[in-house]
């Protein structure tokens, strides 16, 4: 393990202004995005919109690294540029999802565990010699008001997180280890907060267990919010302040930077609660974000699949991106949203 490589790769990712596009949607994933613009699922399709995604105008001012999917990693721009050489021509780290998804966990009724260690080492000497400089790892906690997560389910989780982030640090690619509270359900964000917590708490032991360099890794957590169906929803400042004193209490300061996801709210919150935690800063780490459907949705609700609509497409990831760059310093306002 190089630990100079792995802390510089990570600090670039974070650099100040920057975070992370994921746009490691997995086949079932993308296809599911595809349907809600009435877009075939075609590798065809999917490869034009990636590169639509990957060439948008000066993301890489606020985008240190991207989340590729197996496929995109191996494909290329129209030109014939393979899209990990194009992003770290932009600047941009190329990064891989390499779990393969959360199934049912056996015997723990409504909870699951991410599935993909087996065949990872040599999985990951391959992408590595795609150009893949870093990686990700999705747990998914489910949560109720009560019962869900259990303490196994959080420690399996934990333990299968770790187990892949000391194969990653092995081979110098920054592992970025994504615990995420779902935000589906009828709970408030008190109890998101605890067992957000307990996650954490469980995520930090089992990484120190299996020697991982916290130097080396980012987090990619969820932010401490109220459930979807839940009566009483938090507001902006509300959710900083309750995901700020979480993390402070359970992220190691030597951590470099945590990368929130933005897990299913809007474009918009998902900005203003990235910008309110950054207003109330400064904190140990980098607080930055990670923003899959945050990023995209207005991107694919501009393209629709038509050639056509391509610049407008990237004009509108272009905005996110700045938008998201400057709720990294606190200096994002909603005004900012009526600009073009
Ligand atoms: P969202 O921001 O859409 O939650 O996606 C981030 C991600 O990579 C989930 O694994």
């Not at 996650?199 to 890794?217: I, N, Q, R, S, T």
């Not at 919010?225 to 979480?246: K, L, N, P, Y």
């Amino acid at each position: 393990m190089d630990s100079k490589t792995l802390s510089s790769v990570a600090k670039a990712i974070v650099a100040p202004g920057k975070g992370v596009l994921a746009a490691d949607e997995s086949t079932p994933t993308i296809r599911k995005r595809f349907d809600s613009i009435q877009v075939e699922s075609t590798e065809e399709n999917r490869q034009r919109y990636r590169e639509i995604l990957f060439t948008a105008q000066d993301i890489e001012r606020s985008i240190g690294g991207v989340i590729l999917f197996d496929e995109t990693l191996r494909q290329s721009a129209k030109d014939g540029t393979p899209f990990p050489t194009l992003l770290s021509k932009r600047g941009i780290v190329p990064g891989i999802k390499v779990d393969k998804g959360a199934k049912a966990l056996a015997l723990y009724a409504g909870e699951k565990i991410t599935e993909g260690l087996d065949g990872l080492r040599e999985r990951l000497l391959e992408y590595k010699e795609l150009g893949a400089q870093f990686a990700k790892w999705r747990a998914v906690i489910g949560i109720d008001e009560r019962d869900i997560p259990s303490p196994f389910g959080i420690r399996a989780n934990a333990h299968a997180l770790a187990r892949y982030a000391a194969l990653c640090q092995e081979l110098d690619i920054v592992p970025i280890v994504e615990p995420e509270v779902l935000m589906d359900g009828g709970h408030d964000i008190e109890r998101c907060e605890v067992v957000t917590s307990q996650v954490l708490e469980a995520v930090f032991a089992e990484l120190d267990a299996h020697h991982v360099l916290f130097e080396g890794m980012l987090l990619k957590p969820n932010m401490v919010i109220a459930g979807m169906q839940c009566s009483r929803q938090a507001g902006v400042e509300e959710v900083a302040e309750a995901t700020m004193r979480c993390m402070t209490r359970y992220v190691p300061a030597a951590v470099p930077g945590i990368v929130f996801l933005s897990g299913g709210q809007s474009a918009e919150k998902a900005t203003a609660h990235l910008n309110a935690m950054n207003a109330t800063g400064p904190y140990p780490w980098e607080v930055s974000f990670s923003y899959g459907r945050a990023l995209q949705a207005p991107v694919l609700a501009a393209w629709k699949g038509e050639e056509n609509n391509a610049f407008a497409a990237q004009h509108a990831l272009t905005k996110r991106c700045r938008l998201n760059g400057l709720a990294r310093d606190g200096a994002y306002a909603q005004e900012m949203e009526r600009e073009e």
